[in-house]
Nanobody, 125 residues
Framework: QVQLVESGGGLVQAGDSLRLSCAAS????????MGWFRQAPGKERELVAA????????TYADSVKGRFTIARDGAKNTMSLQMNSLKLEDTAVYYC??????????????????WGQGTQVTVSS
């Protein structure tokens, strides 16, 4: 049984940092693209960042470029999202997802097979 489990969310103030983690089990995702998505109330789920494989190229949403960093540890089958300079608009439930379908659009949630349960990130002023 494949499971993706996120952790690290919480309540922080604007300008603070948080690090989210995603642990995968039941399957090795080392060679497959994985991503972080988020969904705020009343909004569609959107890609935050994706990485093709551990140490591979990364894709970021324009809104988080320069503030967020995605990383993967192939040996541990984990993925992380370092979030710095958090803003109010970063408040959302954050999900890890993967793998991306072959030739799939990394920005499309429908192209990812497995999803974690999500972790809440709340940024206050």
């Amino acid at each position: 049984q494949v499971q993706l489990v996120e952790s690290g969310g919480g309540l922080v103030q604007a300008g603070d940092s948080l690090r989210l983690s995603c642990a995968a089990s039941g399957r090795t995702f080392t060679s497959y693209p994985m991503g972080w998505f988020r969904q705020a109330p009343g909004k569609e789920r959107e890609l935050v960042a994706a990485m093709r494989w551990s140490g591979g190229s990364a894709t970021y949403a324009d809104s988080v470029k320069g503030r967020f960093t995605i990383a993967r540890d192939g040996a541990k089958n984990t993925m992380s999202l370092q979030m710095n300079s958090l803003k109010l608009e970063d408040t959302a439930v954050y999900y890890c997802a993967g793998p991306l379908a072959p030739s799939g659009d990394s920005y499309s949630a429908r192209e990812y097979t497995y999803w974690g349960q999500g972790t809440q990130v709340t940024v206050s002023s």
